[in-house]
């Protein structure tokens, strides 16, 4: 076995083109399927970050002109639904929005989910500093400035 070794490094070193591109072939191969395992297991594989998935329900409104389709609800018939709720353990909304992030002058463009005051609760997600929402700070119009950033956000942003 040694020797086969052997052979196939003198092989390699004379031709050193085939090697080099041998080599890098290998290394583009190994990164994509690395890649494309990340993703998949990332998306498909790995359980979700919030307790009980198992437990959860989107609910959508029926549009009234097309029958077929359905469309988010709105925070009006959200809160009626959370008052009036007899069927579920608890009723949280989000949206997922594009905002401005302005510092330093700068404004950067960066995606957000606009959640009710239960959302991590509902979720079962502690978060690792600060504090979760206010109930008042989920009306529109409150103008509260309040926000929870992820911690590889913060990471990058706490300067």
């Not at 998949?40 to 790995?46: D, G, K, P, Y």
């Not at 018939?77 to 579920?88: A, H, K, S």
């Not at 997600?125 to 956000?153: K, M, N």
């Amino acid at each position: 076995m040694i020797q086969d070794f052997k052979f196939a490094v003198r092989q390699l070193l004379k031709g050193p083109g085939f090697t080099i591109t041998a080599v890098i072939v290998l290394a583009l191969g190994i990164g994509a399927n690395a890649a494309v395992f990340s993703l998949v297991n990332t998306l498909f594989l790995a359980p979700p970050a919030y307790a009980k998935p198992h437990e959860l329900a989107q609910v959508f409104s029926q549009d009234i002109k097309n029958p077929k389709t359905y469309r988010e609800l709105s925070y009006p018939t959200y809160r009626d639904i959370r008052e009036q709720n007899n069927l579920f353990t608890d009723v949280m909304a989000y949206e997922l929005s594009l905002v401005g992030i302005g510092q330093k002058g700068d404004t950067h463009r960066a995606f957000a989910a606009i959640v009710s005051s239960n959302y991590f609760s509902v979720l079962g997600v502690p978060l690792s500093q600060g504090r979760t929402f206010l109930p008042d700070e989920e009306t529109p119009g409150c103008g509260a400035a309040v926000a929870i950033v992820s911690y590889s956000y913060w990471q990058k942003h706490n300067r």
